[in-house]
Every structure is written in structure tokens, then in C-alpha cells.
């Protein structure tokens, strides 16, 4: 389980967002506040970890658990979580 930086787990070096990303995540966050969808997000984690840690706590508890994604790299990390979020 990867605890040290991202390049102590990952060859892939990190790029930066997509211009106006960051600032769209402020308007995503305020229309789903508006419309009552919680949501989550944990520094110093990737998604992908965040949802694979929400993921193997839900199935703990007996719950079924569907994700969809568009990354295929996702499947070879999940379920066990990648990072103590």
C-alpha cells in the first residue's frame, strides 16, 4: 500500500491540470450542493483512491458497490485502497 509520494509508487510523472479545470471544480461543487448531491474529496489523495477506500468500506459493511469509469488502469488497484484517506 503506497504511503510515500507518487513517485515512490508511479513511474508516470504527474501533469498538470487542464487549463480551467480548477476553476471549474468550484462551479461543479456549487451545483451539486444546489441540487443535494454529497460529495467528498480528501487532500493528498488521488480519486481513484478516495473511491477505492469508499469502495472497500461499503463492501465491509455488505453493501454493493458499482463503479464506472472511464480509466483503464482503474480496475488493477480497486478494491484494496491505495492510500489511508
Known amino acids: 500500500m503506497p504511503t510515500g509520494s507518487r513517485s515512490s509508487w ?3 510523472p504527474r501533469r498538470a491540470p487542464r487549463a480551467g479545470l480548477i476553476e471549474s471544480l468550484a462551479l461543479i461543487k456549487s451545483a451539486l450542493d444546489r441540487t443535494g448531491v454529497r460529495w467528498i474529496e480528501q487532500d ?3 480519486a481513484d483512491d478516495v473511491i477505492a477506500t469508499l469502495a472497500t468500506g461499503a463492501r465491509a459493511e455488505g453493501r454493493a458497490v458499482d463503479i464506472m ?3 483503464r488502469t482503474s480496475s488493477s488497484s480497486w478494491p484494496t485502497p491505495a492510500c489511508a484517506c
Open 69 to 71: 469509469t472511464p480509466t
Open 10 to 12: 508511479s513511474s508516470t
Open 44 to 46: 493528498g489523495c488521488e
